[in-house]
């Protein structure tokens, strides 16, 4: 059996509670949600959920490369928003991402988010 290898990089921010950013077991990267927090700042972007969308991606992005894999290697994403009315726009930024090929994919409407967010993104990828 293959250890388990945990992940941590200061591409994406740090985790907010007792988790892990990442958490690789027997060729597969599975990654906490990450919201659109600046890495450096530990703050919110500024520029509504398009804006934390785009900015969620890039971390889990961090994230994935920090493991040794990335968004072509992704298996499945779950998507959280807080209003489902913002379904559209988050699809659009997600779209840019994954093109002709993109993973699996859940999408819930949450009640809240961690610091106020209005989208977290998780994903399970295999590695490179």
Same mark, same amino acid.
């Given at each position: 059996m293959?250890?388990?290898r945990?992940?941590?990089?200061?591409?994406?921010?740090?985790?907010?509670?007792?988790?892990?950013?990442?958490?690789?077991?027997?060729?597969?990267?599975?990654?906490?949600?990450?919201?659109?927090?600046?890495?450096?700042?530990?703050?919110?972007?500024?520029?509504?959920?398009?804006a934390?969308?785009?900015?969620?991606?890039?971390?889990?992005?961090?994230v994935?490369? &920090?493991?040794?894999s /990335?968004?072509e290697?992704?298996? +499945?994403? @779950? $998507?959280?928003?807080?209003?489902?009315?913002?379904? =559209?726009?988050?699809?659009a930024?997600? &779209?840019?991402?994954? /093109?002709?090929?993109?993973?699996? +994919?859940? @999408? $819930?409407?949450?009640?809240?988010?961690?610091?106020? =967010?209005?989208?977290?993104?998780?994903?399970?990828?295999?590695? /490179?």
């Amino acid at each position: 059996m293959q250890p388990i290898r945990i992940v941590s990089t200061d591409s994406a921010p740090g985790a907010i509670g007792p988790y892990s950013q990442a958490v690789v077991h027997d060729g597969v990267v599975y990654c906490s949600g990450q919201i659109g927090m600046e890495p450096s700042t530990g703050e919110l972007v500024e520029g509504g959920v398009e804006a934390q969308a785009e900015r969620a991606l890039e971390n889990l992005a961090g994230v994935l490369h &920090a493991a040794g894999s /990335g968004f072509e290697r992704a298996l +499945r994403l @779950t $998507v959280y928003v807080i209003d489902m009315n913002d379904f =559209a726009k988050v699809n659009a930024i997600y &779209a840019k991402r994954f /093109g002709e090929a993109p993973p699996a +994919r859940a @999408t $819930v409407q949450a009640a809240a988010l961690p610091k106020g =967010a209005l989208v977290e993104v998780d994903c399970i990828a295999a590695l /490179g």
